[in-house]
């Protein structure tokens, strides 16, 4: 069965204090590993997508990298307005457009002035 | 690039009647529209996954009479919610893929609330 397990649950941070956010996967035949920021009500804001190991894609202070069995996103010197809900998602090869994306549970970070 | 949109923000009705919610790709289209729910705390649940011109594919455990889905245009999709009760009340949030994209991508719409009294 396809799962995604996020960790920490949540995470605090002071500004500037980097750290990682982990991912870890299992699917049948990954197609691509999706990142989501997510504000409080709110939707799904796109990050990035990473569809092989070895793979990197940065964006600001953020970095998310993959193997094959995980990714990390890396967050550098935070700040306050990263705070937010950060979600990963994997979706299996086949079926084209339809596949269904495969939610992690989040992991909520509060970055502290 | 790639805005999806969904109306009405936020809804409440009363026990027992219907409710429409609409997600429009605005600046692309799309062949295949994604409906999650999503309680508080919790991550998202796929409701349903529809293809232009065609019937929804529901999820298991979701009841297809209950939550219509119809998806008229390569621009709109929306969600009825019938016979509304309580235990309906969360966060419904659309998502859409842009046709022919190679990477399959799905650009999340801003979320409905909805709270059933």
């Known amino acids: 069965e396809d799962q995604v397990t996020q960790s920490p649950e949540a995470l605090r941070l002071q500004e500037g204090e980097s750290s990682s956010l982990n991912c870890s996967y299992t699917?049948?035949?990954?197609?691509?590993l999706f990142w989501y920021r997510q504000d409080p009500g709110k939707g799904p804001e796109f990050l990035f997508t990473?569809?092989?190991a070895g793979e990197e894609k940065e964006k600001e202070r953020l970095k998310a990298t993959l193997t094959k069995k995980e990714s990390f996103l890396h967050i550098t010197a935070p700040k306050p307005e990263d705070s937010a809900t950060y979600l990963c998602a994997v979706q299996a090869r086949g079926g084209g457009a339809t596949n269904k994306l495969i939610f992690g549970t989040g992991t909520l970070l509060a970055v502290q002035p | 690039g790639a805005v999806v949109s969904q109306h009405p923000s936020r809804v409440i009705c009363k026990s027992g009647t219907s409710v429409k919610i609409e997600c429009r790709s605005l600046?692309?289209?799309?062949?295949?529209m994604f409906w999650y729910r999503q309680f508080p705390k919790q991550s998202l649940m796929l409701m349903a996954t529809?293809?232009?011109?065609?019937?929804?594919?529901?999820e298991q455990g979701v009841e297809k009479d209950k939550f219509l889905i119809n998806h008229a245009s390569l621009t709109l999709s929306t969600l009825t919610v019938t016979s509304a009760h309580p235990e309906d009340s969360s966060f419904y949030i659309c998502?859409?893929?842009?046709?022919?994209?190679?990477?399959?991508?799905?650009?999340f719409g801003p979320g409905t609330r909805l709270t059933v009294t």
């Open positions: 529809s293809n232009e011109g065609s019937k929804a594919t529901y």
């Open positions: 699917v049948s035949g990954l197609r691509g």
């Open positions: 600046d692309f289209q799309a062949t295949t």
């Open positions: 998502s859409a893929s842009p046709l022919g994209s190679a990477h399959y991508e799905q650009y």
């Open positions: 990473l569809y092989s």
